[in-house]
């Protein structure tokens, strides 16, 4: 069974700085990749994803991920962080019709 | 256009019982996952729906089913409710594979 990893359960950040959260899955074919957003209150959003091609994909509000096949990581980065990113990001991979997500990484930005 | 709707957002029930939680997709789109969320964790696929057929199924025993209707709306049934099954039920709604837009979701209380 595919499984995906989040190693951070929290990270706590100051406004500015860069932010890298890792994703690690462990299916070894062929998997779509999904980052997902979930704001306070609100339902989880499509922050971004990877089908094939580039593995620097980009997504909504600056942020970006890097496919690293041989590491089977699907790493989230933004260069600078807003307050307004706080909130909880989910990792998800998807095969054969079956999606996969990670426990969440809540990300807390201080202004 | 509204987004993927379900009902009710929230339900008490008690052990034994069985409940039924439906789901209406973006207009369009023709695929229909249902994913339970207990706090602290992440989504666990329950089951995908494409043009009515079931595509994936995940790990969850047989009190759990769904189908899909002609008009692309989901239910999702659990029979035989356990305490153990009460969590945020989501459902997402996609064209295809492109990634998935959530529900709000339905609570469960089992009690």
């Known amino acids: 069974a595919q499984s995906v990893s989040q190693h951070n359960h929290h990270v706590i950040l100051s406004e500015a700085a860069s932010l890298e959260l890792g994703c690690n899955y462990s299916y070894g074919g062929t998997v779509n990749l999904f980052w997902y957003v979930q704001y306070p209150g609100q339902h989880l959003q499509l922050l971004l994803k990877?089908?094939?091609?580039?593995?620097l994909v980009k997504g909504i509000k600056g942020f970006e991920a890097e496919f690293i096949k041989s590491k089977f990581s699907f790493n989230l980065r933004k260069p600078s962080v807003q307050w307004s990113d706080t909130a909880e990001y989910f990792c998800?991979?998807?095969?054969?019709?079956?999606?996969?997500f990670g426990d969440g990484t809540t990300l807390t930005v201080k202004p | 256009d509204a987004g993927v709707t379900q009902s009710p957002t929230h339900l008490i029930k008690t052990r034994g019982q069985q409940v039924t939680l439906r789901c209406s997709p973006i207009?369009?789109?023709?695929?229909v996952s249902w994913y339970q969320q207990v706090l602290g964790q992440g989504p666990q696929f329950i089951f995908q729906?494409?043009?009515?057929?079931?595509?994936g199924r995940g790990n969850f025993p047989d009190r759990f089913s769904a189908r899909q209707f002609p008009n692309y709306s989901s239910e999702l049934n659990v029979n035989a409710l356990l305490l153990g099954d009460s969590a945020l039920y989501l459902c997402?709604?996609?064209?295809?594979?492109?990634?998935?837009?959530f529900g709000s979701g339905t609570r469960l209380t089992v009690v």
């Open positions: 207009s369009g789109h023709k695929s």
């Open positions: 997402a709604s996609s064209l295809g594979q492109e990634g998935y837009t």
């Open positions: 990877y089908f094939s091609g580039d593995p």
């Open positions: 729906y494409y043009e009515k057929e079931e595509r």
């Open positions: 998800a991979v998807t095969n054969a019709g079956k999606s996969t």
